[in-house]
């Protein structure tokens, strides 16, 4: 049996019927959202008392679209995820929440061009998913005099309220949402058990999602999965006379969103080894100039903006190297290391067993810049592990994000 065939299976196919999702952000709330249509009692923890509060805290994220033509396996998780995305938030959109305006991006540079002219061949019979358009079409569809010669335009993408869909998920199914800071996770007796800052036990259940984004880090179960807390801000820019017509959201160097209450959202930035959630007069500055970056017409419509007096919001990202988002059970390192010991002699070395996994116990992060597309796609991956079926995405891809991916890699490369 080959190593990718027994990542695949190695997950305990036990229908637990509890479930603990730790962290009510969209990763743990599209997770929560998927449990309980398959028949799961789910309740979500989060240290804050409503859902959505930290990254998945801005009044507008868009779905950004990151396709390619290369045959790689970031592309094309991304445009599952995009896909899917599109059909999970319709009813969102459609009740009035956030906008699905379509998204335009524009090309950063050259190179980038001839990967869009690339893309859009690839896709030329899939109008309803991208488009290219020229510069009138850009200036058409945006509704801004825009300078770039051309672009890529999906239609069915839009921006949404991160906060109120983690909030609308909870409520449509009626998950609960306990309020702790949980600091430690112990098994007792077959079931998983949270405990808070002051040790007391929050909740036990029979299977654990951790879906606190960078916050898996605190955990011995999970301390071993290579992420990084990256902050990021958004700046709230005010509309001008040709800004207030914008249609559709606008993405290159970075984005902003039509018009909400007289301002645009528009980001982000990426303060590597920077942790404070303070606005940063430095970061206004960097947002605006990756507008005239991004399109210089947009930089002319948005004109003049004061950054002294300008708001925002400031949080972090969890991110991973390869840029995927981590889903799926959580290997017992010091055994699955033996397990696979013999990769460091043989990197190409099958190996005849499935591993060695935490029992019931499940990891949903590392969305990085791209939760909001994500999420939709990881949370069914997660609830078809746990419940044992069939996965929703093909072995490649889905190995692709498995939590085990890192400790392969290593073995292979003699890092650990
Ligand atoms: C400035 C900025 C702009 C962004 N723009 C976009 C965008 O436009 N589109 C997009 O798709 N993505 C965007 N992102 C990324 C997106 O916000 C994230 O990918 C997504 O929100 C991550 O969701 P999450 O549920 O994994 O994490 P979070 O939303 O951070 O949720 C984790 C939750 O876990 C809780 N938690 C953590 N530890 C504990 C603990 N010990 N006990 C109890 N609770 C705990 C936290 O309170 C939090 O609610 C942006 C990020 C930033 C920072």
């Excluded at 309740?43 to 950004?64: F, K, L, M, P």
């Excluded at 990256?230 to 017509?245: D, F, M, N, P, V």
């Excluded at 990085?368 to 949370?379: D, E, F, I, N, V």
């Excluded at 746990?386 to 190995?399: F, H, Q, Y």
């Amino acid at each position: 049996m080959c190593i990718r065939d027994s990542l695949n299976r190695a997950k305990p196919s036990q229908h637990k019927k509890t479930v603990a999702i730790l962290g009510a952000g969209i990763a743990g709330c599209t997770a929560a959202a998927a449990l309980h249509k398959r028949g799961y009692k789910v309740t979500v923890i989060d240290r804050h008392r409503t859902a959505g509060q930290e990254a998945s805290g801005n009044s507008q994220a868009i779905i950004y679209p990151k396709l390619s033509v290369r045959d790689q396996p970031l592309p094309r998780v991304n445009l599952a995820a995009l896909m899917l995305a599109s059909r999970y938030y319709k009813p969102f959109w459609d009740a009035g929440y956030g906008e699905q305006c379509g998204v335009l991006v524009v090309p950063e540079n050259a190179k980038v061009q001839q990967d869009f002219i690339a893309i859009s061949e690839r896709f030329s019979h899939q109008d309803s998913l991208v488009q290219m358009l020229d510069n009138a079409g850009l200036c058409a569809l945006s509704g801004i005099k825009m300078s770039s010669e051309l672009g890529l335009f999906f239609p069915q993408l839009g921006w949404l309220p991160p906060a109120q869909i983690c909030q609308q998920l909870l409520q449509r199914d009626s998950i609960p949402l306990l309020s702790a800071d949980i600091k430690q996770l112990k098994q007792s007796d077959g079931n998983w058990q949270l405990l808070d800052d002051k040790n007391q036990l929050t909740i036990e259940a029979e299977t654990l999602v951790i879906a606190n984004a960078y916050g898996c880090g605190q955990f011995e179960q999970t301390n071993f999965l290579p992420v990084t807390q990256l902050r990021g801000q958004i700046s709230l820019l005010s509309t001008s006379e040709a800004s207030i017509g914008l249609k559709t959201v606008i993405c290159g160097e970075g984005y902003i969103t039509p018009a909400q209450n007289s301002t645009h959202n528009c980001g982000a930035t990426y303060n590597k080894g920077l942790f404070t959630t303070a606005l940063r007069e430095e970061d206004h500055c960097a947002n605006i100039e990756q507008m005239s970056a991004t399109d210089n017409g947009l930089g002319t419509a948005l004109g003049p903006q004061n950054t002294a007096s300008m708001d925002g919001r400031a949080n972090y990202r969890c991110t991973t190297k390869d840029y995927l988002p981590i889903v799926g059970p959580v290997p017992y390192v010091p055994l699955f290391l033996e397990d696979y010991d013999a990769l460091r002699r043989d990197a190409r070395k099958l190996i005849p067993t499935l591993g060695s996994y935490r029992p019931n116990l499940y990891v949903h992060c590392g969305m990085g810049s791209r939760g909001l597309c994500y999420a939709p796609l990881t949370a069914e991956i997660l609830a078809a592990d746990i419940a044992g079926e069939v996965p929703p995405l093909e072995r490649e891809l889905r190995l692709a994000m498995h939590p085990a991916r890192f400790l392969i890699r290593d073995l292979k490369k003699k890092r650990i």
